[in-house]
């Protein structure tokens, strides 16, 4: 049996090279995704995940990347993974969705898709998985990784490079977050990170609905998104849900009207640059 081949760095370049816009909008699952202006999701790079790819698809927005990490999607709703997979520019999934899935499938994984690992399959194990993960942290700076001393405690982690492999967290928008990071966009914007209630999914899944688990995994995940505000200096990271369990002082709100002056905010940053470097060359 062949096994996977991992996502390179070389394909993190690729990735790179292949944006069309500084700002990526995260479009997940949660209720407020519907309010999302199409303007928006049409003018930016949209890394999309699960059944979120559907509504997309049918007002015309072909996704950057498609994102899963639940491999029931792929068992269940085989034909919908098929279809999200082929109108993507882009599919990303991780190792649980290929081991999953029946040989056709891996032949077809492999073939269109860019596998991810986790450094881990559950934030809790004994002393030689924490011994591996810290010295792994400690001989590469883009992996960050708290390991706890004790046995209950979980540890928390945020990979700034997904060609390492990424760190999991019971959401496949913290996922998508670290892919978004490690493709360098100038600002990241969630639409529908939620998590609140039920955690219903806004578009609808009369055909094999899965579950979801988010709202008693709310616990687990927060420490990841707080972990990824203290340590990752660097990240411009925001909010478009109105309705969200996850605190603002963590992941920012921001306005569908106020994502454009992201965007000038940077291009004002730039000309400033240039005119300080003329400056400079002309009393040089």
Do not use: W
């Not at 202006?37 to 007002?59: C, E, F, K, M």
């Not at 639940?70 to 969705?97: E, G, H, M, P, W």
């Not at 360098?184 to 578009?203: E, K, Q, V």
């Amino acid at each position: 049996m062949r096994k996977a081949t991992f996502i390179t760095r070389d394909d993190v370049q690729q990735l790179i090279a292949n944006r069309t816009t500084d700002n990526t909008i995260i479009f997940l699952s949660g209720p407020t995704s519907s309010k999302t202006p199409l303007s928006l999701l049409r003018s930016n790079d949209v890394i999309t995940v699960n059944g979120a790819a559907a509504y997309l698809l049918s007002n015309g927005i072909a996704p950057f990347i498609y994102v899963l990490t639940d491999a029931r999607f792929l068992l269940q709703r085989r034909q919908d993974f098929y279809n999200f997979c082929s109108n993507s520019k882009y599919t990303i999934v991780n190792t649980d969705v290929y081991e999953a899935a029946t040989e056709e499938d891996k032949v077809y994984i492999r073939k269109h898709c860019l596998i991810i690992r986790a450094f881990y399959k559950r934030e809790k194990g004994g002393v030689y998985k924490k011994i591996k993960l810290h010295l792994l942290s400690k001989l590469n700076e883009s992996l960050l990784i708290k390991v706890p001393f004790s046995k209950k405690g979980r540890l928390v982690g945020f990979s700034k490079d997904i060609s390492l492999g990424y760190c999991s967290c019971h959401t496949v928008a913290y996922t998508a977050i670290q892919i978004a990071y490690s493709l360098s966009y100038s600002n990241i914007i969630c639409s529908g990170l939620d998590i609140t209630g039920s955690c219903a999914r806004f578009y609808s899944e009369n055909n094999n609905p899965m579950p979801s688990e988010l709202s008693k995994d709310l616990i687990k995940i927060v420490p990841f998104l707080q972990f990824m505000r203290d340590r990752v200096e660097d990240l411009n990271i925001y909010n478009l849900s109105d309705d969200t369990a996850i605190d603002y002082n963590i992941i920012p709100y921001i306005s569908s009207k106020d994502i454009a002056k992201l965007a000038r905010a940077k291009s004002a940053s730039k000309e400033l640059v240039v005119f300080q470097e003329s400056i400079d060359n002309c009393l040089g």
